[in-house]
């Protein structure tokens, strides 16, 4: 704030951020939404190193393993999880054109492209994770 | 056909109380009025003691962004009848302290702006007899977009970050200094990046992107961050990976 403005007008208002701001707008609420469900991404990623664990610590411990994997509450929270890591997916991938100037040959790449890649790659990642799970 | 708008203005006088209030106009409607007409329209015929900014009525000037039914918008592009039946709520642009009325405080603005010399820098410059620097339609095309910016401002309103952490560089200055960064007579790059990669830098955006939503000239600062980022991670990488590569 400018000193010289404050010696005539001395109570500049500054109005506080109310705790649910989020809640004014859709976009507000899908960012927040967005930024939430990366928890479930890194919840994803710890699931997948106690399988791989479980899976080396033998048969018997990688039984145990499935059978808390296919039991109601789990399988209920699993599919939430889904829902969430599918959420994210989606709009981070939409967002990636906006970071990523792609250029072959001397020519910018469409978004359209650049997100048909990002698509692409995620189909590959998804592959090789359900290749080494299910070979 | 609605004859009267409601009009509803945030008011603060600091010289008489202590927090905003509402204060409520009956506005005749015209259909080719603008949200600014309606305003103009009460400072001329109603409260003569109500304040705001505004200069060119043609969305190029930028001084005329306020809050419009909780949307940052240029009250100059913003036409009464989209907003029918009203009430219309107007407010000074958030995240700006207020000085009176809808007049917001822009000097924390201007100084973030400066610190990123939005200008041409160069480390020697050419005598003017061997003429321009030219450049190709394609190297204008790089930072075209980012140029079209009119320091309205909106998209600080629109940013929750800046709004929680003022101290954040914000939106239209980091897309400005993109838009020097991006230009082929320009050598500021690395001194950009000196104040760009600070905490309070390109680092503090979380990528809202509601910056982009509201900008009235399609400059896509959200874009203009992410990519700030992009490139810095990648020139990060490449000075580990290729120390002798580095900046």
Redesign the interface.
């Known amino acids: 704030?400018?000193p010289a403005?404050r010696r005539y007008?001395?109570?500049?208002?500054?109005?506080g951020?109310p705790i649910f701001?989020?809640l004014?707008?859709l976009?507000?609420a899908r960012?927040i939404a967005r930024?939430l469900t990366s928890m479930l991404v890194a919840y994803a990623a710890v699931l997948l190193l106690v399988q791989v664990r479980a899976l080396d610590a033998g048969p018997e411990s990688y039984a145990r393993f499935t059978a808390w994997l296919g039991s109601t509450p789990v399988v209920v929270w699993h599919l939430a999880v889904l829902a969430g890591l599918l959420f994210h997916t989606l709009t981070w991938l939409h967002?990636a054109p906006?970071?990523?100037?792609v250029r072959l040959g001397g020519r910018r790449v469409p978004d359209a492209m650049v997100l048909l890649g990002q698509y692409a790659a995620w189909a590959g990642a998804s592959a090789l994770v359900a290749w080494v799970l299910l070979a | 056909m609605t004859d009267t708008v409601t009009v509803e203005v945030r008011r603060?006088r600091?010289e008489q109380e202590?927090?905003?209030t509402w204060q409520s106009y009956q506005v005749p409607y015209r259909r080719e009025w603008m949200v600014l007409d309606a305003l103009n329209y009460i400072k001329d015929q109603v409260d003569g003691t109500l304040s705001f900014r505004w200069s060119c009525r043609m969305g190029v000037c930028g001084s005329c962004g306020m809050m419009v039914n909780?949307?940052p918008a240029l009250t100059c592009a913003t036409y009464l009848e989209t907003l029918l039946p009203g009430p219309v709520r107007v407010e000074p642009l958030?995240g700006f302290?207020?000085?009176?009325d809808l007049v917001g405080?822009l000097?924390?603005f201007l100084g973030k702006l400066r610190r990123v010399s939005p200008w041409l820098v160069r480390e020697t410059e050419r005598p003017p007899a061997e003429g321009e620097y030219l450049q190709t339609p394609e190297q204008l095309a790089e930072y075209k977009r980012y140029s079209m910016c009119i320091n309205c401002l909106l998209c600080y309103a629109a940013c929750?970050i800046y709004?929680?952490e003022p101290e954040f560089l914000g939106p239209a200055v980091i897309a400005l200094a993109q838009r020097y960064n991006l230009d082929s007579r320009d050598e500021g790059r690395e001194a950009r990046m000196d104040e760009l990669s600070q905490h309070d830098g390109i680092w503090a955006c979380?990528?809202?992107?509601?910056c982009?939503?509201v900008c009235p000239k399609d400059v896509?600062p959200?874009?203009a961050i992410?990519?700030y980022?992009?490139d810095a991670a990648v020139s990060w990488v490449a000075g580990l990976v290729l120390p002798r590569s580095g900046k």
């Not at chain 2, 979380?206 to 509601?210: L, R």
Request: aromatic share 14%; net charge positive; glycine share 6%.
């Open positions: 704030m400018n403005y007008h001395p109570k500049w208002h500054r109005a951020m701001w989020w004014r707008s976009p507000y960012f930024e967002l906006r970071a990523m100037v | 603060y600091p202590a927090e905003p909780g949307t958030r302290p207020v000085i009176r405080d000097t924390d929750p709004e929680l979380t990528f809202v992107g509601e982009s939503t896509d959200a874009g992410q990519r980022k992009l």
